[in-house]
C-alpha cells in the first residue's frame, strides 16, 4: 500500500478518478476507427487531451 498523506489523498483521488473517466469516454469515442492500431492511436490521443483538461488543478485547491 502507498503511504499517501491525508493532505494530499484528494488530488490522487481527484487525479485517478479524472483518468478513469476521461479513459472510458475517450475509449467510447473513438469507437468508430476502422482497424485496432488506428482505434488505438485515436483513443489515446483523445485520453491524454481530455485528462489533461479534466485533471484538477491543485492551485484552485484549498
Known amino acids: 500500500m ?3 498523506s491525508r ?3 484528494h488530488f490522487v483521488f481527484g487525479a485517478i478518478q ?5 479513459l472510458i469516454a475517450a475509449a467510447i ?10 482505434f488505438v ?3 489515446l490521443a483523445s485520453w491524454l487531451i481530455s485528462w489533461a ?5 491543485p492551485s484552485l485547491c484549498g
Open 53 to 57: 483538461a479534466m485533471l484538477p488543478d
Open 29 to 38: 469515442a473513438s469507437l468508430p476507427a476502422s482497424t485496432a492500431p488506428d
Open 41 to 43: 492511436k485515436h483513443w
Open 18 to 22: 479524472s483518468g478513469l473517466t476521461c
Open 7 to 9: 493532505r494530499y489523498s
Open 2 to 4: 502507498l503511504g499517501i
